[in-house]
């Protein structure tokens, strides 16, 4: 299996544009977790699937944030209108019970 | 709520063992993994322990649990170069049928190598 696979690997847009962050998980996994990562809070957890079904998204920042598991291998994190302090590294993962295994990450930068 | 505490830096001479530590304070805790993180890159699954074991052994890495004080640690035998990073620790509560919560990581250890 090639792991997890987030695309794109960066993505630079100007503040007020649709972003969208693409995730492939590990086949068999049913578990999800969207990540974003900066230096002021380290790692936080934005949302997470299981079966591909939201279960907690008490972590996505505000409305302007969305995120879609249409099929048990694609998910989608979207930020509308993005905004300069969205930028960070934003992690995908997958998991069966036990083993967690991210992405490299997607390096957002909002002008 | 769920909290996980690591220090910030460690230093340590090359060849020397490494052992960075973790406390937490969720005791429904079931799983707890390291994670390695190099420069610009993702978070790499070095090892994981259940919350039923107290130790776990992996070739240079060894990870001990003391379940009671909420206290994890990871010790590398013979800190090399390629070791230099930031080390997360982070727990985990599955659920029920199958699904499982989100992991709640530390803020990381950067590991820095004295040759």
């Known amino acids: 299996d090639a792991g997890v696979i987030q695309s794109p690997r960066h993505e630079v847009t100007e503040m007020g544009q649709e972003v969208t962050l693409r995730c492939k998980p590990i086949?068999?996994?049913?578990?999800l977790f969207w990540y974003r990562q900066t230096m002021m809070r380290g790692l936080e957890l934005l949302i997470y699937?299981?079966?591909?079904?939201?279960?907690?998204d008490s972590g996505m920042p505000e409305d302007r944030f969305s995120a879609k598991m249409p099929n048990a291998s694609f998910s989608t994190l979207k930020i509308q209108p993005s905004e300069p302090r969205d930028s960070a590294v934003y992690f995908c993962?997958?998991?069966?019970?036990?083993?967690?295994?991210f992405g490299q990450g997607t390096r957002l930068t909002v002008v | 709520g769920e909290d996980v505490e690591q220090s910030l830096f460690l230093s340590v001479r090359e060849g020397d063992s490494s052992v960075i530590n973790c406390t937490y304070t969720?005791?429904?805790?079931?799983?707890l993994y390291w994670y390695k993180q190099e420069p610009g890159a993702g978070l790499q699954l070095l090892t994981y322990?259940?919350?039923?074991?107290d130790m776990k052994q992996d070739q240079r890495l060894t990870v001990l649990l003391n379940k009671k004080d909420k206290h994890l640690s990871l010790r590398i035998a013979d800190t090399q170069t390629g070791d230099s990073a930031i080390y997360f620790c982070?727990?985990?509560?599955?659920?029920?049928?199958?699904?499982?919560?989100?992991?709640?990581f530390g803020k990381g250890t950067h590991l820095i190598i004295q040759p």
């Open positions: 322990i259940f919350s039923n074991m």
């Open positions: 993962a997958s998991s069966n019970r036990a083993e967690a295994f």
């Open positions: 699937f299981n079966n591909n079904v939201p279960i907690d």
């Open positions: 969720d005791s429904s805790s079931t799983y």
């Open positions: 982070a727990e985990r509560d599955p659920k029920e049928g199958g699904g499982a919560d989100g992991l709640t």
């Open positions: 086949s068999g996994h049913n578990s």
